[in-house]
């Protein structure tokens, strides 16, 4: 089992940067691979990135794609999510999970969720 802890998110203004991290525990963090979701209020969880178990294979919805940047340090078992050129429509809260089988982009193909960060991106 893996169990997630998101951090970092907050107030940004428009075009600002956050960095989001999940911290993990569990022995196999290192060969799970791992995305990040969030939920904005009256909407549905919707997927934003995806990461390998080794970190050399990503995936981005498209409204993030060239803005944010997702990594991972298995030595300290932490995924990242880099967030840069924020825009209003990014405010949701931002949830870590693990990846179990199927397709990357869908919710219920993912366990192990945290408990998700807010971030905030005032206009």
């Known amino acids: 089992q893996v169990q997630l802890v998101e951090s970092g998110g907050g107030l940004v203004q428009t075009g600002g940067s956050l960095r989001l991290s999940c911290a993990a525990s569990?022995?196999?963090?290192?060969?799970?691979?791992m995305g990040w979701f969030r939920q904005a209020p009256g909407k549905e969880r919707e997927f934003v990135a995806y990461i390998n178990w080794s970190g050399s294979s990503t995936q981005y919805v498209d409204s993030v794609e060239g803005r944010f940047t997702i990594s991972r340090d298995n030595n300290k078992n932490t995924v990242y999510l880099h967030m840069n050129s924020l825009k209003p429509e990014d405010t949701a809260v931002y949830y870590c999970?693990?990846?179990?089988?199927?397709?990357?982009?869908?919710?219920?193909?993912?366990?192990?969720w945290g408990q998700g960060t807010q971030v905030t991106v005032s206009s």
């Open positions: 569990g022995r196999t963090f290192s060969r799970r691979a």
């Open positions: 999970a693990a990846y179990k089988l199927g397709l990357v982009t869908v919710t219920s193909n993912y366990d192990s």
